[in-house]
């Protein structure tokens, strides 16, 4: 067997690395018994997962680093030349997007525009005069030169950088207002979502100037934001009648007309009384009747693929009324969702944070469990009633960036911004503010971390755009 250690270390030392006596069970002392050494590997490769990149009592030094995290973030205030990054002849602020190398912040306005800065240097770069013939929705990076952006014109339009004079293509297909872009790296299929309530799969492998083959993946109504995990193992739909939809080892290159996908689940994720998560979860019958015909059962020899599962989490405070989710964020290493709500009557606004669990089932058959716990949550500013405010994770997903009323408000899961593996509540708990800073003259709509600077952009109702970073 080749050993893991570096020979210039030689033999690993016990005390500072292993586990203390009783952290293991006993399996893990010397035995000739084959069995018994099976199950002593196991053990010590399962508590070093633990330790290295999930959860356990021992956390790796390389990631105990919440002291210099605490301090980057609390320190964040407004860049002074931040001011520069005024849009207010093109609208309000509806999307904000970095490239994926940070040498770029491109903004999605309301006037049918988008405007491209150099987010180092707070410096103008290029105004895509009428960009499309409607508000700009949501801007996305398909990698440092190519990008997409969408728009209540129905359309999508490719741009790259490199050629900024005129789009690559535009692309037609939805019937309603387009809201929401993903990207798949692995198939290259760009995924649009829209008011029609289709999701649109577009392969940008063969990309003309007439535009590209493209097909209608999903359909469901009240759709509001449709989202794909990191690996694009899940894709997760919200609607605004409260529903939250998963599909589970998701095949993009299949089209699922209506009936053709199998129901995994359909429950509620109901709280106690003391706002933390039941330990037993029922089905939950739909809150709108005619919604019902949309989920059918699980048909005999269907392909286990995009599987759906269809949940209404539950909000604190929210037990008895419902709510609209508007904004849906999944965690930059797929273990959460994030998503902001507001009550259906418009009177409150909340920020939750779902931890995926994808674990084998620990409940009976008779009561599977849910794919998502609430784990931590936090009310909201209810200013700027019916607009909705983007909120986002930062790149190492130990932050939450969510606009609050005039300004922004960074969110951790504990005082010493751990990250969310190393800190899941046994119940569910607040959300800690770490810093609120304040810096517009309106009502904030979107946010933004840079992938590669310690900078955070947000933007708001008046056009305005802010820059932030670390104040030393």
């Known amino acids: 067997m080749v050993s893991i250690w570096p020979e210039n270390l030689g033999e690993p030392n016990k005390e500072s690395i292993w586990p203390v006596e009783g952290a293991l069970s006993h399996e893990c002392t010397a035995t000739t018994d084959p069995g018994s050494v099976e199950s002593n590997s196991n053990s010590l490769f399962s508590w070093l997962h633990n330790r290295t990149?999930?959860?356990?009592?021992?956390?790796?030094?390389?990631?105990?680093?919440?002291?210099?995290?605490?301090?980057?973030?609390?320190?964040?205030?407004?860049?002074?030349?931040?001011?520069?990054?005024?849009?207010?002849?093109h609208g309000a602020v509806?999307?904000?997007?970095?490239?994926?190398?940070?040498?770029?912040?491109?903004?999605?306005?309301?006037?049918?525009?988008?405007?491209?800065?150099?987010?180092v240097s707070s410096k103008h770069i290029k105004t895509l005069v009428e960009a499309h013939e409607d508000c700009v929705n949501n801007i996305r990076f398909l990698d440092n030169r190519l990008f997409a952006t969408c728009s209540d014109d129905t359309t999508i339009a490719l741009w790259d950088l490199r050629k900024l004079n005129s789009k690559v293509c535009s692309l037609h297909g939805h019937a309603s207002w387009v809201k929401n872009i993903?990207?798949?790296?692995?198939?290259?299929?760009?995924?649009?979502?829209?008011?029609?309530?289709?999701v649109i799969t577009w392969d940008t492998n063969r990309v003309t100037e007439d535009g590209c083959p493209h097909k209608k993946f999903f359909h469901t109504r009240y759709l509001m934001r449709m989202r794909l995990t990191p690996d694009c193992s899940k894709m997760l739909i919200s609607t605004s009648s409260g529903y939250l939809l998963i599909l589970h080892d998701l095949d993009l290159t299949q089209s699922l007309e209506v009936g053709s996908y199998r129901m995994l689940r359909a429950r509620r994720t109901p709280l106690s009384s003391d706002g933390s998560a039941s330990g037993s979860r029922s089905t939950g019958?739909?809150?709108?009747?005619?919604?019902?015909?949309?989920?059918?059962?699980?048909?005999?020899?269907?392909?286990?693929?995009?599987?759906?599962?269809?949940?209404?989490?539950?909000?604190?405070g929210e037990r008895d009324r419902g709510n609209?989710?508007?904004?849906?964020?999944?965690?930059?290493?797929?273990?959460?969702?994030?998503?902001?709500?507001?009550?259906?009557?418009?009177?409150?606004?909340?920020?939750?944070?779902?931890?995926?669990?994808?674990?084998?089932?620990?409940?009976?058959?008779?009561?599977?469990?849910?794919?998502?716990?609430?784990?931590?949550?936090?009310?909201?500013?209810?200013?700027?009633r019916g607009y909705i405010k983007e909120l986002c994770f930062?790149?190492?997903?130990?932050?939450?960036?969510?606009?609050?009323?005039?300004?922004?408000?960074?969110?951790?899961?504990?005082?010493?911004?751990?990250?969310?593996s190393d800190c899941l509540p046994v119940q569910t708990s607040c959300l800690r503010e770490v810093r609120s800073i304040y810096s517009h003259s309106d009502v904030v709509l979107t946010t933004k971390f840079s992938p590669t600077h310690c900078q955070l952009a947000s933007g708001c109702l008046s056009g305005r755009v802010s820059l932030y970073q670390p104040r030393f």
């Open 53 to 89: 990149i999930r959860r356990g009592l021992f956390v790796d030094p390389a990631r105990d680093n919440f002291r210099a995290m605490t301090n980057l973030y609390s320190s964040m205030s407004p860049a002074a030349d931040s001011v520069n990054l005024s849009t207010q002849t």
């Open 94 to 119: 509806f999307n904000l997007e970095y490239s994926p190398d940070g040498s770029v912040l491109t903004v999605a306005c309301e006037q049918t525009e988008v405007l491209l800065f150099d987010p």
């Open 182 to 198: 993903e990207y798949d790296t692995n198939t290259r299929l760009l995924v649009t979502s829209g008011f029609d309530g289709n």
């Open 285 to 316: 019958a739909p809150r709108h009747g005619n919604d019902s015909g949309k989920i059918h059962p699980h048909r005999e020899g269907l392909s286990p693929r995009n599987s759906l599962e269809v949940l209404t989490p539950e909000i604190p």
């Open 324 to 384: 609209c989710i508007t904004s849906l964020q999944l965690h930059p290493k797929g273990w959460a969702a994030l998503i902001r709500c507001s009550s259906n009557m418009d009177d409150q606004e909340w920020t939750c944070v779902y931890e995926f669990q994808d674990g084998a089932p620990t409940r009976p058959p008779v009561s599977p469990r849910c794919s998502l716990r609430l784990t931590h949550y936090i009310e909201e500013a209810n200013v700027g």
């Open 394 to 420: 930062s790149p190492d997903g130990r932050l939450i960036c969510s606009p609050y009323g005039y300004g922004v408000r960074l969110l951790s899961f504990d005082e010493n911004c751990m990250e969310l």
